[in-house]
């Protein structure tokens, strides 16, 4: 019952650019299946009304499709495809930014004994449940208020904070929970990462940013590993690549500058690299970026190098 009205809703309001008139929703509208595409997750949870999409997080895959959902509770480079999508029947997404300082707001309120206790170890940064109904329930009013900008203020905070705590006392809840933690392993790791993405283009020692995040150099391995997938260096060199590929978007024919401003002082290194990661030589790929591309919103042509928010791209 939820899922259908939610497909309606998705289909009706769905933008070029996959924004909303309510802050920090975005829906998705994708027409055919597409080809895997790296990104940035993003803080947030995506849930699936139609068609189906996978995830690739270092070396783990989420599949999810209608009446799933995907928390992302750090900012992670992904890669991402719809593998379920047709013009008559599109795949249709509805995302919500996740903001630390609304949960820690809620767990704040919260009585001794509301939230789930949190379990050993530190959770990944990513993770895919079956939605609830109460959860759908949720999105389905917040999506009704595109269409009541009457009410929009007032309501759309409360139904987003419903939707939060719906999330907190789920089966992603540690996960939800810890992104609101000052203190927890989620949070040092999402500090490490932060970092590392700030200066990815320098070299760096693990012991020196295993102490930044305020973990030893074994619990920061461990933690990290444990919520990306990936080791520290692995993550950088993910980064790395991605802004290069952005970069060649505008600098097609600076392959080797582009290069370096990432971080690699060796042109061979990079090339190596970046084919590994995206399929071809740089110069090859930056002519495909520079190549139009139709947007399965409205049928009309983008660049493949433009982004699109986070949200969208799960």
Not at 176 to 196: E, F, N, T, Y
């Amino acid at each position: 019952m939820y899922l259908d009205e939610l497909r309606t809703l998705l289909a009706r309001h769905a933008r070029p650019d996959g924004t909303t008139a309510v802050d920090g929703v975005l829906i998705s509208r994708v027409d055919r299946p597409d080809p895997p595409e790296p990104s940035m997750s993003g803080t947030v949870l995506a849930v699936i009304a139609q068609g189906a999409k996978r995830l690739a997080l270092g070396d783990r895959v989420y599949a999810y499709g209608p009446g799933q959902y995907l928390v992302a509770s750090v900012d992670l480079p992904v890669t991402g495809q719809f593998t379920q999508a047709a013009p008559e029947q599109p795949a249709l997404g509805f995302g919500l930014t996740l903001e630390p300082s609304a949960v820690a707001e809620l767990l704040l309120q919260a009585g001794p004994g509301d939230t789930p206790r949190a379990g050993g170890g530190t959770p990944s940064g990513i993770a895919v449940s079956d939605a609830p109904p109460a959860l759908l329930d949720a999105a389905v009013r917040l999506l009704r208020l595109l269409d009541e900008p009457r009410d929009r203020t007032v309501l759309a905070p409360l139904i987003k904070r419903e939707i939060l705590w719906r999330l907190i006392t789920g089966e992603q809840g540690a996960a939800v929970s810890q992104l609101g933690l000052a203190d927890s392993g989620l949070s040092h790791v999402s500090r490490a990462v932060r970092w590392i993405r700030e200066h990815y283009a320098e070299s760096f020692r693990v012991e020196d940013v295993a102490r930044m995040s305020g973990m030893s150099v074994s619990a920061f391995y461990r933690n990290f590993q444990a919520v990306t997938a990936m080791s520290p260096i692995q993550f950088q060199k993910q980064i790395r690549l991605q802004e290069a590929r952005l970069l060649l978007a505008t600098h097609p024919g600076d392959v080797t500058g582009v290069g370096h401003r990432v971080g690699y002082d060796n042109p061979s290194q990079f090339s190596r690299e970046y084919r590994r990661q995206f399929g071809a030589p740089p110069s090859q790929d930056a002519a495909r970026l520079r190549s139009t591309v139709r947007t399965p919103a409205d049928g009309k042509r983008k660049r493949q190098g433009d982004p699109l928010p986070a949200t969208l791209n799960l």
